[in-house]
């Protein structure tokens, strides 16, 4: 029998009507930020929002999320993809991981190809710090585009 890697995912408050439906594809699918789970068992043990700026929800879900057995969190890829993209993602990833000693996985489902294309029309993600932030959400061509 395999493990099973419990997670949560926490999505930006601007998206608090989100269904979910990209992120929970992705993780079935194994695409995206889920693609480190490929061959493995996961269970999703809690998705919310962060509240709001400036996250007053980050806390208190991280805490509900670890007791449920999260070992990975997630913040979603629509914190990278909105306009703006969150300003406070890094803290969030550093909070939670010194917090609660969990690992957090910046992204879920893959980078739709209309978001890539504008974010790099703007520029928004020209400094080498959104690198690593980004590298798990990437895909190929096509599956970006089945994100759309």
Same mark, same amino acid.
């Given at each position: 029998?395999?493990?099973?890697?419990?997670?949560?995912?926490?999505? &930006?408050?601007?998206?608090?009507t989100?269904?979910g439906?990209?992120?929970?594809?992705?993780?079935?699918?194994?695409?995206?930020?889920?693609?480190?789970?490929?061959?493995?068992?996961?269970?999703?043990?809690?998705? %919310?929002?962060?509240?709001? &700026?400036?996250?007053?929800?980050v806390?208190?879900?991280?805490?509900?999320?670890?007791?449920?057995?999260?070992?990975v969190?997630?913040?979603? %890829?629509?914190?990278?993809?909105?306009?703006?993209?969150?300003?406070?993602?890094? %803290?969030?990833?550093?909070?939670?991981?010194?917090?609660?000693?969990?690992?957090?996985?910046?992204?879920t489902h893959p980078?739709?190809?209309?978001?890539?294309?504008?974010?790099?029309?703007?520029? %928004?993600?020209?400094?080498?710090?959104?690198?690593?932030?980004?590298?798990?959400?990437?895909?190929?061509?096509?599956?970006?585009?089945?994100?759309?």
């Amino acid at each position: 029998m395999k493990d099973t890697t419990k997670i949560g995912i926490i999505i &930006c408050n601007r998206y608090h009507t989100c269904a979910g439906g990209k992120c929970l594809r992705a993780m079935r699918n194994r695409e995206g930020a889920f693609s480190l789970y490929a061959g493995m068992d996961v269970e999703l043990v809690g998705y %919310t929002t962060c509240d709001g &700026c400036p996250g007053g929800n980050v806390e208190y879900t991280g805490e509900e999320m670890v007791k449920n057995g999260a070992q990975v969190i997630h913040l979603a %890829t629509g914190m990278l993809v909105g306009y703006p993209p969150c300003p406070r993602i890094q %803290t969030f990833k550093a909070f939670l991981e010194e917090r609660y000693g969990v690992k957090v996985v910046v992204g879920t489902h893959p980078i739709p190809r209309k978001y890539l294309d504008m974010h790099t029309k703007l520029g %928004t993600w020209n400094s080498p710090a959104w690198q690593p932030l980004l590298a798990p959400t990437m895909a190929d061509e096509a599956t970006r585009a089945a994100y759309d």
